[in-house]
């Protein structure tokens, strides 16, 4: 269903636009009275762009409609005059006094759409990125807690089968059952949004039942969109239908699945609040590679102290394919823990020497937001003269914006990475960890930024390897704490 | 969009939305009809945005007194983010 036009600058085009983003609304699910907002707010923004950003002349720009589980993005992407919409603030006052409506267009914006976010690319323009959510009735408005908190009987024995998208209410309720309302995936409390998500086929999953039908176990992989690899996630099982061996029965089921599928890799996001996950991974040679400080909002878990601050994940990595020997750049910064991490996947590296790199004329990067978790992450395609400078601006449109950490994933392949690393450690990122084919099947170095206060006594991690790995980013954290905070 | 003239009051019934190229048209109408008056049928429209607004604003201030009929529900929710229900009150008929 995602969707790029490239639009010619004319008023013309103002209310086709428009409509379509009206019926874009609809289709994803939102209401008749939300996409209208959306549609004003596009027919805002493509007014504004044709007027100011063009000024009646020739010009061509872009919009991109993405429709995500749980939300539309549009992004509009225009190389007209330079704007600063900071210094085009609409004030009712100006209105009355001198008939100045300046920055009502921009006003509007803001208020239809869950999330505004503008972003000055320099030499490559400038981009508008405009969210809005689609809401889903909660499983709570379809059952009552009574309803959801009745434990399966005892069974004789378990079925398991991968997943449809019929299953998704059952899915829903046993997270319900299990964890209450402290799963840190929102979207598992909503069917619908997973009935879509299976629908789209961007998850495999398996569902084990007792022999009178009834839903104790679910756990899924999700495919990544820029790689053949997938998470897994959402493991739960009933607590009457514990130690009965159906978490192994579904994580060796999800491995067939992934095999089959020709998935090259999977990987875990353990939270840090316990070791539980960790283990489980450990338990099924999953390698700790990474650990992303501050990955997601904070959230109670019964029974362990969180320290009321954002949760981390350690990044655990299972190969699906053999992997032996890599010739990559390794910073040298980072050469012992990245050799070590390697050496923990059972792969040997080479260092490669720096030998001819030129910097492109063009900096590329692209940059994946999720306003729900409050992060984002930077993935860095090419390195040009501006790279720096360009991360730099990044980080503060983001920061501004409420995003709460950032990381950036260097490519090991590419020579700029070796080359950019202390100077992104001198801007305030610190070490993260390996992040194996996360993108277009390749490794990347991953770098982080946190905004908020981190206590690592709240981090529990299970690995050796995963030990290390916190050592380290803690001493780094150390050391850029003021550097993140005033950025 | 559809118009009738009753000496100096301009009857318009918009068959799009209420933006930018709806208000140049009628801007256009403007210069060769001598308007002391206007009626604006929205009935159609989906969507009033920032510029329809602005408009409405100055041509009541210039003394033209332009009234606007069945206006989408989206109007009074832009009304209220840019803080003008209340003196768009007297623009939008009963």
Redesign the interface.
């Known amino acids: 269903m995602d969707t790029t036009l490239k639009l010619k600058s004319d008023?013309?085009i103002?209310?086709p636009v428009?409509?379509f983003s009206?019926k874009f609304g609809l289709n994803a699910g939102l209401t008749k009275?939300e996409a209208?907002?959306l549609?004003?707010a596009i027919?805002?923004l493509v007014?504004d762009i044709?007027?100011f950003a063009y000024k009646n002349e020739k010009g061509e720009f872009e919009i991109s409609f993405n429709l995500t589980d749980d939300s539309i993005e549009i992004i509009v992407h225009e190389l007209g005059e330079p704007f600063d919409p900071n210094k085009h603030k609409?004030d009712?006052k100006k209105?009355?006094e001198k008939?100045d409506?300046e920055g009502?267009?921009l006003?509007?914006i803001e208020?239809?759409v869950d999330n505004f976010l503008f972003i000055n690319k320099g030499a490559g323009g400038k981009e508008f990125r405009i969210v809005k959510n689609i809401k889903f009735p909660h499983i709570t408005e379809l059952f009552t807690h009574e309803e959801m908190q009745v434990e399966p009987a005892k069974a004789v024995s378990y079925t398991l089968s991968r997943v449809t998208p019929k299953d998704a209410e059952d899915i829903s309720k046993l997270i319900y059952r299990v964890y209450g309302y402290t799963y840190p995936k929102e979207e598992m409390y909503y069917p619908e949004k997973i009935r879509r998500i299976l629908e789209k086929g961007e998850k495999y999953a398996v569902i084990v039942r007792t022999d009178k039908g009834e839903a104790v176990g679910y756990f899924a992989i999700i495919r990544s969109t820029d790689s053949k690899i997938g998470e897994v996630g959402e493991a739960v099982v009933s607590r009457e239908h514990r130690g009965k061996g159906i978490m192994t029965m579904m994580m060796k089921a999800l491995i067939d699945i992934a095999k089959e599928k020709g998935l090259l890799g999977l990987f875990g996001e353990a939270v840090t609040v316990h070791t539980v996950s960790q283990r489980v991974n450990a338990k099924y040679g999953f390698k700790t590679t990474a650990l992303l400080v501050g990955f997601f909002p904070h959230v109670e878990y019964k029974g362990f102290e969180t320290g009321q601050q954002r949760i981390s994940v350690v990044i655990d990595f299972l190969p699906l394919t053999e992997r032996n020997d890599l010739e990559i750049y390794i910073p040298k910064r980072y050469k012992k823990i990245i050799k070590e991490i390697y050496k923990n996947m059972g792969i040997n590296i080479k260092d490669k020497r720096v030998t001819d790199f030129t910097v492109k004329e063009k900096t590329i990067i692209q940059m994946n937001i999720s306003f729900k978790y409050g992060q984002a992450v930077l993935v860095v395609k090419s390195f040009g003269n501006d790279f720096i400078h360009r991360v730099q601006e990044k980080v503060k449109t983001l920061k501004k914006k409420g995003i709460k950490a950032v990381y950036i994933d260097l490519p090991v392949e590419n020579a700029g990475t070796k080359i950019f690393t202390d100077q992104l450690f001198d801007l305030g990122f610190v070490f993260a960890g390996i992040m194996p084919l996360f993108h277009h099947q390749k490794d990347y170095l991953r770098m982080q930024m946190v905004f908020e206060d981190i206590n690592f006594k709240y981090i529990n991690v299970y690995s050796d390897m995963a030990h290390k790995i916190k050592n380290k980013v803690s001493r780094e954290f150390k050391w850029n704490t003021q550097k993140m905070k005033s950025i | 969009m559809e118009y009738t003239k009753d000496e100096k009051h301009l009857k318009i019934k918009l068959n799009s939305d209420f933006n930018i190229v709806a208000v140049r048209k009628i801007e256009n109408l403007l210069k060769v009809e001598e308007t002391e008056e206007i009626d604006i049928d929205l009935s159609e429209s989906k969507i009033v945005d920032s510029e329809a607004i602005k408009f409405i604003y100055l041509k009541n201030k210039e003394g033209i007194r332009t009234t606007i009929h069945h206006p989408p529900e989206i109007l009074y929710e832009a009304l209220r983010i840019l803080e003008l229900q209340d003196i768009f009150k007297k623009f939008i008929a009963e």
């Open positions: 008023l013309r103002i209310e428009t409509d009206y009275e209208t907002k549609a004003l027919d805002e007014t044709v007027l609409y009712v209105v009355i008939n409506f009502a267009g006003r509007l208020n239809l």
